[in-house]
């Protein structure tokens, strides 16, 4: 009796051995990298009146006018800090507008440090938004359908799409003098998308095709990954036809995932492993 109670420890430590192996091992190939790189920011100076920060969650813009100043998404952490202090610093004696692309704490944690500003969001309501975040980066704008903002030199159309896609209320911002357009993470570049709670693959793919027909763009800057031109749009519809496919043709999928395996992802929540899995539960 005494010696199998032994065998049961030793197996039970060695399955307790091998889960911390397989831990250490997803955490130093995927996550500490991916943490990593989260973390840093670049600055672009786009135009004359527009800089990008890309990084420290999701990408942000800073359009400034001479008596406004326009931020879409705060950040997080550390680097919401940082954006915070420099749009400070930009909008001294200006009028501050922030809008924010969607309610994920990447994108949105910062509201908290702008005090009294006028921020912007898609018409999630309060009970939604704080199931996602938290209280103090509520906006004080629902966005139901779209709006413009005069800048000097141009023209903000803000649009709500109003319908799950990413989430149930996406924010876009396009600049009609500039054509360029802020999609949130309804386009990313080279990253796998999250696909969570409403998130709706399907209807990525339908957006992709609209937002062709629609716009005549210059440039995107994506909720993530670098500024790009239209060629981000093909690129992520691709990844969504090829997930697709995969779930459709188990044969495919080795040689389909494998096709991705340059774009930033996390297993089992941001990879194209996920985002069959999303197109496998959602048929029908
Ligand atoms: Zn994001």
């Given at each position: 009796?005494?010696?199998?109670?032994?065998?049961?420890?030793?197996?039970?430590?060695?399955?307790m051995?091998?889960?911390?192996?397989?831990?250490?091992?997803?955490?130093?190939?995927?996550?500490?990298?991916?943490?990593?790189?989260?973390?840093?920011?670049?600055?672009?100076?786009?135009?004359?009146?527009?800089?990008?920060?890309?990084?420290?969650?999701?990408?942000?813009?800073?359009?400034?006018?001479?008596?406004?100043?326009?931020?879409?998404?705060?950040?997080?952490?550390?680097?919401?800090?940082?954006?915070?202090?420099?749009?400070?610093?930009?909008?001294?004696?200006?009028?501050?507008?922030?809008?924010?692309?969607?309610?994920?704490?990447?994108?949105?944690?910062?509201?908290?440090?702008?005090?009294?500003?006028?921020?912007?969001?898609?018409?999630?309501?309060n009970?939604?938004?704080l199931?996602?975040?938290?209280?103090?980066?509520?906006?004080?704008?629902?966005?139901?359908?779209?709006?413009?903002?005069?800048?000097?030199?141009?023209?903000?159309?803000?649009?709500?799409?109003?319908?799950?896609?990413?989430?149930?209320?996406?924010?876009?911002?396009?600049?009609?003098?500039?054509?360029?357009?802020?999609?949130?993470?309804?386009?990313?570049?080279?990253?796998?998308?999250?696909?969570?709670?409403?998130?709706?693959?399907?209807?990525?793919?339908?957006?992709?095709?609209?937002?062709m027909?629609?716009?005549?763009?210059?440039?995107?800057?994506?909720g993530?990954?670098?500024?790009?031109?239209?060629?981000?749009?093909?690129?992520?519809?691709?990844?969504?036809?090829?997930?697709?496919?995969?779930?459709?043709?188990?044969?495919?999928?080795?040689?389909?995932?494998?096709?991705?395996?340059?774009?930033?992802?996390?297993?089992?929540?941001?990879?194209?492993?996920?985002?069959i899995?999303?197109?496998r539960?959602?048929a029908n």
């Amino acid at each position: 009796m005494k010696s199998k109670f032994k065998i049961i420890l030793k197996v039970l430590g060695v399955i307790m051995l091998l889960l911390a192996a397989t831990g250490a091992f997803v955490y130093f190939k995927y996550m500490r990298p991916f943490l990593t790189a989260m973390k840093q920011t670049e600055q672009v100076q786009l135009n004359n009146n527009l800089r990008v920060v890309t990084g420290g969650g999701g990408n942000s813009g800073i359009y400034t006018s001479k008596k406004l100043v326009v931020l879409i998404d705060t950040k997080m952490d550390e680097a919401a800090k940082e954006l915070h202090e420099q749009v400070m610093e930009m909008a001294k004696g200006k009028k501050l507008i922030i809008i924010n692309t969607h309610y994920h704490p990447d994108h949105i944690d910062g509201n908290l440090l702008y005090k009294n500003a006028t921020i912007i969001a898609g018409n999630y309501g309060n009970e939604a938004w704080l199931k996602a975040s938290k209280k103090e980066t509520l906006p004080s704008i629902w966005l139901k359908d779209t709006m413009h903002i005069a800048l000097d030199d141009d023209t903000l159309l803000v649009i709500n799409m109003a319908k799950n896609i990413h989430t149930s209320n996406d924010v876009m911002v396009y600049a009609l003098r500039r054509k360029i357009l802020f999609t949130g993470d309804l386009v990313l570049n080279h990253q796998a998308p999250v696909l969570m709670g409403e998130a709706d693959a399907e209807a990525y793919l339908k957006f992709f095709d609209e937002l062709m027909n629609q716009y005549p763009i210059k440039a995107i800057i994506p909720g993530h990954g670098n500024i790009a031109g239209i060629e981000a749009v093909d690129d992520f519809k691709m990844y969504f036809l090829d997930m697709k496919k995969a779930a459709l043709n188990p044969d495919l999928e080795d040689e389909l995932i494998a096709k991705y395996e340059d774009w930033r992802q996390l297993p089992m929540f941001m990879s194209p492993g996920a985002t069959i899995k999303h197109f496998r539960a959602h048929a029908n």
